[in-house]
């Protein structure tokens, strides 16, 4: 699940997720079921590199290590499954939100030119 930066989520809690693009598919995983993990890792800050980047092996070492975390249905070279992300409500809510701004945006431009 990917969330806003702001949010906070505790692996000692119940986890609910859904599907973005059919959002009445739900689930719910209970603790022990899932992990939680920060992957934004600060490269820059005031102007300043503070990232260090680990030597090739290591590099090499975490991608094997995640590659396992796949299902071997979505590492398959033919026909593989779609590997499905799923968002935070608060994060789906801006999504749509923007989208709709956007889309409302676009129509009134759209519409300044026809005869109604």
Same mark, same amino acid.
């Given at each position: 699940m990917i969330c806003l930066e702001e949010e906070t989520f505790s692996s000692d809690?119940?986890?609910k997720l859904f599907d973005p693009a059919e959002t009445w598919k739900r689930t719910v995983m209970e603790p022990?079921?899932?992990s939680l993990r920060e992957i934004m890792?600060?490269?820059f800050k005031n102007g300043e590199c503070v990232y260090e980047t680990p030597p090739v092996m290591e590099i090499r070492d975490y991608c094997l290590k995640e590659q396992d975390t796949?299902?071997?249905?979505t590492?398959?070279?033919a026909n593989p499954h779609q590997i499905y992300v799923d968002l935070s409500q608060k994060l789906y809510d801006t999504?749509?939100?923007? %989208? =709709?701004e956007m889309s409302r945006t676009h129509l009134n %431009? =759209?519409?300044e030119g026809t005869v109604g």
């Open positions: 809690k119940r986890l022990g079921e899932y890792v600060p490269i796949l299902w071997e249905e590492r398959r070279m999504k749509m939100r923007l %989208l =709709d %431009l =759209d519409m």
